[in-house]
């Protein structure tokens, strides 16, 4: 029978800490500090013995997942851990690097860490793709909240009740003018900032846009747009950071993975609940909660909504309406009971995680 090895891996961008612990329990040692090289950390870890002995793992990073899919393309069992998952003793103030490599070791032989999900090439790739929009948005917000916290500094006010960021507001916005040279200019640099950052992120919808055509999860993007309040981007973001929905047990681990449960300290007979936990992927939580607010609406198909369905298969249809009924209803007698609109919405993207869910483990998503 084969030894088992335990390797920790602390990596960084230009150095790998490697520590090795055996499976009979004696305490992890370093072997090594190499540089950020994958075909000299191979040479180092076949003196280890065969490679299919080896248990790997290193934490995420910055560095990404590349050392992972090269360690696995090698024959070695590698996973990589969430930092925030990896048990620290209290007391403990030295880091190191060395140090950090013999707890993994330490940690991954005792079965204390799990591996995260490591996307296929393709669907990281979209994944950075919508982060980069998602990063374009919020630039777009604070070019927005900058102008236009400048044109109220100096009494410039929009008429009320119209919608601003329109074509006619932005034409409202060129046709200012101040009698201070300076202030003219300071309109105009926040003017062009705002047109650009808008730019940006027409250019990048456009991009995932055309890009979701061929994209292998394509399939699962159409058939969550059947949900109200589900539309392509947040459908895309949704498809490209949970990846395959079937790797969740059941709805309820894919609620706790979004961290849209609630916390809970519990001793004896005393049980408390507090806010929800917040863990996991929060680029997933938030669309959600920011589509559970469609669902304060009675159930109805709007044009949009049955142009969406066309070509997805009954039973994602039958989900998605379900969904529909039973989360406007939950929102109803949330309000009823007295609860604030936002725990309340709170709770119903909880709820539509669960649909979410069902809709990625049918067995036909299009018809």
């Not at 090594?32 to 994958?38: C, Q, R």
């Not at 180092?44 to 490679?51: S, T």
């Not at 003018?177 to 003017?191: I, N, R």
Request: glycine residues 8%; proline residues 4%; aromatic residues 6%.
């Amino acid at each position: 029978m084969e030894k088992v090895r335990f390797v920790g891996l602390d990596v960084h961008s230009r150095s790998i800490a490697i520590a090795v612990g055996e499976s009979n329990g004696v305490q992890p040692e370093n072997l090594a500090t190499i540089p950020n090289d994958t075909q000299l950390l191979l040479k180092r870890l076949r003196k280890l013995g065969p490679l299919k002995s080896l248990r790997c793992c290193y934490e995420a990073g910055p560095t990404g997942f590349g050392l992972q899919r090269d360690l696995k393309a090698a024959g070695i069992d590698c996973i990589v851990v969430a930092p925030s998952m990896v048990p620290a003793q209290a007391g403990d103030r030295v880091k190191t690097d060395r140090r950090d490599a013999v707890k993994l070791a330490r940690f991954l032989r005792s079965g204390d860490l799990t591996g995260i999900y490591v996307p296929e090439p393709a669907t990281e790739a979209m994944r950075d793709l919508e982060r980069a929009r998602d990063d374009a948005k919020k630039a777009e917000r604070v070019a927005r909240q900058q102008l236009g916290k400048f044109l109220l500094r100096h009494g410039r006010l929009y008429e009320e009740g119209k919608s601003t960021w329109t074509k006619a507001h932005f034409e409202w916005i060129r046709g200012q003018t101040f009698e201070a040279v300076a202030h003219q200019k300071v309109l105009v640099d926040y003017l062009k900032a705002v047109e650009d950052t808008t730019e940006r992120v027409t250019r990048l919808t456009a991009n995932i846009t055309e890009l979701v055509e061929t994209w292998s999860m394509k399939p699962l993007v159409k058939a969550l747009q059947s949900m109200r309040g589900v539309q392509l981007m947040t459908a895309v973001i949704i498809a490209a950071e949970l990846g395959d929905l079937k790797r969740f047990q059941s709805a309820p681990e894919l609620m706790a993975f979004l961290g849209l449960v609630p916390s809970e300290h519990s001793s004896g007979e005393s049980k408390k609940r507090g806010r929800i936990t917040r863990t996991g992927n929060g680029h997933v939580r938030r669309v959600l909660v920011e589509s559970a607010w469609s669902y304060r609406f009675r159930p109805s198909m709007s044009v949009a909504i049955r142009k969406r369905n066309e070509g997805v298969s009954a039973g994602v249809k039958k989900i998605a309406w379900k969904a529909q009924e039973r989360l406007h209803e939950r929102y109803q007698k949330m309000m009823l009971k007295g609860k604030s609109k936002q725990k309340t919405v709170v709770a119903v993207a909880r709820e539509m995680a669960g649909f979410i869910w069902a809709i990625g483990n049918e067995p036909q998503l299009m018809r």
